[in-house]
């Protein structure tokens, strides 16, 4: 049993969240991976409780952290202009990460990200696996490796495995597309809009299959 503002939470293998802010209160009380202690809070998804699309990101970032919503930082302005040029509105989307916690490193003032261990993954994996047990999204895209080994369970070759529409025990259909971020990071220009290309291609494939 744990306690978060005065509310006990069974993290017990047989608590069973049975709705998304039940969830989200005990996510603020989990201690299944050390992640917490730097943490300002979890970050859980957000979007409609019955989605049909669900976005599942790697972990918060600094912004994320703070605000307490997941993509409103810099990777999620690069997000918010894919999805309307894929013809998806945001606001249909339930939009979470793999790991809820901000894992990072002081660097002078600033706080920056450091990937997640697997382990790490692999624990926080239980309440990805209750936000998909609840929205039942028909399409799952994963962003990135971390995101592709939350919802697969498994580690994927991310540009290799793109494109396929992965079938998955609960009839939904997972697609494996790049972080935002790393759109972010190409110095390249050239190599920047081509690959923002595939991304927006991505994300219009995975409209065609809702
Ligand atoms: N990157 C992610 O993977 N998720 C966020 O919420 C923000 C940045």
């Known amino acids: 049993m744990l306690s978060h503002a005065g509310q006990e939470y069974a993290l017990d293998e047989g608590f069973v969240p049975s709705t998304l802010g039940e969830l989200d209160r005990a996510v603020q009380a989990c201690r299944r991976c050390p992640l917490w202690r730097d943490a300002t809070r979890g970050v859980c998804g957000e979007g409609p409780k019955k989605a049909r699309l669900m976005i599942v990101g790697e972990q918060p970032g600094d912004q994320e952290d703070l605000a307490g919503r997941p993509f409103v930082g810099p990777a999620g302005g690069v997000l918010d202009a894919a999805l309307t040029e894929a013809g998806i509105d945001r606001d249909d989307v339930f939009v979470t990460n793999a790991v809820k916690h901000f894992k990072h490193e ?20 239980w309440w990805l696996n209750a936000e998909r047990r609840l929205v039942k999204p028909k399409v ?41 971020s790393y759109l972010l990071r190409l110095p390249d220009e050239a190599a920047r809009v081509a690959e923002r290309g595939r991304f927006v291609e991505d994300l219009k494939r995975a409209r065609l299959l809702l």
């Open 106 to 125: 002081p660097r002078g003032k600033r706080r920056i990200h450091k990937t997640a261990l697997v382990s790490e993954v692999r624990a926080c994996r």
């Open 140 to 180: 799952v895209v994963t962003l990135g490796a971390t995101a592709a080994l939350g919802v697969l369970g498994r580690k994927a070759a991310v540009m290799k495995e793109r494109g396929e529409a992965i079938a998955q025990p609960d009839g939904s259909r997972v697609l494996l597309t790049v972080h935002p």
